[in-house]
Nanobody
């Protein structure tokens, strides 16, 4: 059975940092990603990774967030620095067995078959 389990969310002050983890079990994945959903808003793409040299970010987090993965542990990470109140959301880990090539594909929600339960990130001003 495939499972994605997120951890690392919490409450942090603006300009603070958090590191999210996503532990996958049941199989390995070519692509992993992070999405987020704020109250009353659609779930949106944050970052995706296929390999160390193939990562994609949404513009609002570039320079502040870093996605990485440890293939030996089958785990993806999202290091979030310089957090802002507008980063407040439930953060979801997603994984795809497809070989996603383009940035557009890597950032498209429907390309990911597996999802975690989400972890809350709250940034206070």
């Amino acid at each position: 059975q495939v499972q994605l389990v997120e951890s690392g969310g919490g409450l942090v002050q603006a300009d603070g940092s958090l590191r999210l983890s996503c532990a996958a079990s049941g199989r390995t994945f070519v692509n992993m990603a992070w999405f987020r959903q704020a109250p009353g808003k659609e779930r949106e793409f944050v970052a995706a990774i296929r390999s160390a040299d193939r990562v994609v970010y949404t513009d609002s987090v570039k320079g502040r967030f870093t996605i990485s993965r440890d293939s030996a542990k089958n785990t993806a990470y999202l290091q979030m620095n310089s957090l802002k109140p507008e980063d407040t959301a439930v953060y979801y880990c997603a994984a795809s067995g497809r070989f996603l090539v383009t940035a557009q594909a890597m950032g498209t929600r429907s390309q990911y078959e597996y999802w975690g339960q989400g972890t809350q990130v709250t940034v206070s001003s």
